[in-house]
């Protein structure tokens, strides 16, 4: 026997703008790069992973990530979900975490786009990045989606610096001269000697 469906039920339905595309990208906080290990959106998993996540999200510039992937977006019935898990390259600390917003937050770059930058930040930080297009490169405004600070999961913990040629950006990642970690994370094992060799950054104080 069929069964009608509420008309509230319908009409809630019904006005779920969802999106059929998305562009996404990763960023991270500069002393605070990533490999990150999994990465779900709305349950479904984002199939190029390991990947490392080097970048600059706090040093007061435009937060581009360093690269996006335009695919399909996984219908989320009015929200976005990431579950994500990584492992922080100058710790080798491992966390994960799950953090979701409504879908109308984030911003449309076509009427069937959405614009999605989790950016990685230290001791498990998450944010869930749509900044608006920048006017330029000292005129733009940022809009933090949501965050949350991930959990540890010291089972996933990994030594990336012994396995640096195990895939793409890893060396570079840990070629760059960091300032030192804060207490409640691990000094990075690189000897001031090979930091002198490879800096690319300078040292904030």
């Known amino acids: 026997m069929r069964r009608a469906v509420p008309l509230a039920a319908l009409a809630l339905a019904s006005c779920v703008d969802e999106p059929r595309n998305m562009t996404l990208g990763f960023n ?6 990533v490999v990150l290990t999994e990465v779900l959106l709305n349950g479904q998993p984002v199939g190029f992973m390991p990947e490392v996540v ?7 510039e ?3 990530p360093g690269g996006t992937y335009a695919v399909d977006y996984p219908t989320g019935g009015g929200k976005v979900q990431v579950e994500a898990r990584w492992v922080e390259l100058l710790t080798d600390r491992a966390y994960a975490a799950e ?3 409504p879908v109308g937050e984030f911003r449309r770059d076509e009427p069937d786009t959405i614009y999605i930058v989790p950016i990685f930040g230290p001791n498990g930080l998450l944010i869930l990045m749509s900044d608006p297009y ?4 000292t005129d ?3 809009k933090d989606v949501a965050q949350v600070c991930g959990a540890r999961t010291p089972e996933a913990d990994t030594d990336f610096a012994a396995r640096r040629n195990e895939f ?13 970690v804060t207490a409640a994370r691990r000094r990075p094992r690189r000897n001031s000697a090979a ?3 490879t800096s690319h950054r300078p040292v904030r104080g």
Do not use: C, H, I, Q
């Open 134 to 137: 920048p006017r330029s490169a």
């Open 62 to 64: 435009p937060r581009f």
């Open 168 to 180: 793409a950006g890893l060396e570079d990642a840990l070629a760059s001269d960091y300032p030192p």
């Open 54 to 60: 080097a970048g600059a999200a706090d040093n007061g």
């Open 195 to 197: 930091r002198s060799a």
């Open 99 to 101: 953090v979701s917003a």
């Open 28 to 33: 991270s906080y500069w002393a605070s790069p």
């Open 140 to 142: 733009f405004d940022t």
